[in-house]
């Protein structure tokens, strides 16, 4: 028998009242407008979906990085035991960073660990990716983009960079630290 408490399983309501109350500072959920603001004005997304997630399509940010929180896998989804060493080396605990994911629960266990290991600057962006595309703003689908014949887009093709290892990602600093 399962046990509902306004319509959301009691597990899942418990795993959230741990995962809040363990961590020490209050996890930021900001909607897709103003994540979509944060990434104008500079801050990096990071994309915690799996990599075959992202590579259906994903947020159009100057500064993204595609990191997994989670692994398919036969038995089901399991935690990527190296998620925060992947961060680390991809991100400063001062970045200003928007998390997202496909609807917006991974991202929110992902800002969490973050930030209890010394992240500030984070926002978890809620709804997602989903939330995203409902908005029809800006994403890149690279299957869509392999479809195409050159002389149907005279625009260059884009390249997608398979971001499954942070530290085959060229990093660009801010022109402030440079």
């Given at each position: 028998m399962?046990?509902?408490?306004?319509?959301?399983p009691c597990?899942?309501v418990?795993l959230l009242?741990?995962?809040f109350?363990?961590?020490?500072?209050?996890?930021?959920?900001i909607?897709?407008q103003?994540?979509k603001d944060?990434?104008?004005?500079?801050y990096g997304?990071?994309d915690?979906?799996?990599?075959e997630e992202?590579?259906r399509?994903?947020?159009d940010a100057?500064?993204?990085?595609?990191?997994?929180?989670m692994?398919?896998?036969p038995?089901?989804?399991?935690?990527?035991p190296d998620f925060l060493?992947e961060?680390?080396?991809a991100?400063?605990?001062?970045?200003?960073?928007v998390v997202?994911?496909?609807?917006?629960?991974r991202?929110?266990?992902?800002?969490a660990?973050?930030?209890?290991?010394?992240?500030k600057?984070l926002s978890?962006?809620g709804?997602?990716?989903?939330?995203?595309?409902?908005?029809h703003?800006?994403?890149?689908?690279?299957?869509?983009?392999?479809?195409k014949?050159?002389?149907?887009?005279?625009?260059?093709?884009?390249e997608?960079?398979?971001?499954?290892?942070?530290e085959?990602?060229?990093q660009?600093?801010p022109?402030?630290?440079?």
């Amino acid at each position: 028998m399962r046990v509902y408490w306004f319509g959301v399983p009691c597990g899942f309501v418990a795993l959230l009242l741990v995962l809040f109350c363990s961590s020490g500072a209050e996890v930021v959920t900001i909607d897709v407008q103003e994540a979509k603001d944060l990434i104008k004005s500079g801050y990096g997304y990071m994309d915690v979906r799996t990599v075959e997630e992202f590579k259906r399509g994903y947020v159009d940010a100057e500064k993204i990085y595609n990191i997994p929180y989670m692994f398919n896998t036969p038995e089901g989804r399991v935690k990527n035991p190296d998620f925060l060493k992947e961060v680390a080396s991809a991100c400063s605990k001062e970045d200003h960073i928007v998390v997202g994911c496909q609807s917006g629960v991974r991202s929110l266990y992902a800002v969490a660990d973050l930030q209890n290991v010394g992240y500030k600057h984070l926002s978890n962006m809620g709804g997602g990716y989903l939330a995203w595309t409902e908005k029809h703003f800006p994403v890149v689908k690279p299957e869509d983009v392999d479809q195409k014949k050159p002389e149907d887009d005279e625009q260059k093709k884009p390249e997608l960079v398979e971001l499954k290892k942070p530290e085959d990602v060229e990093q660009k600093k801010p022109e402030a630290e440079l």
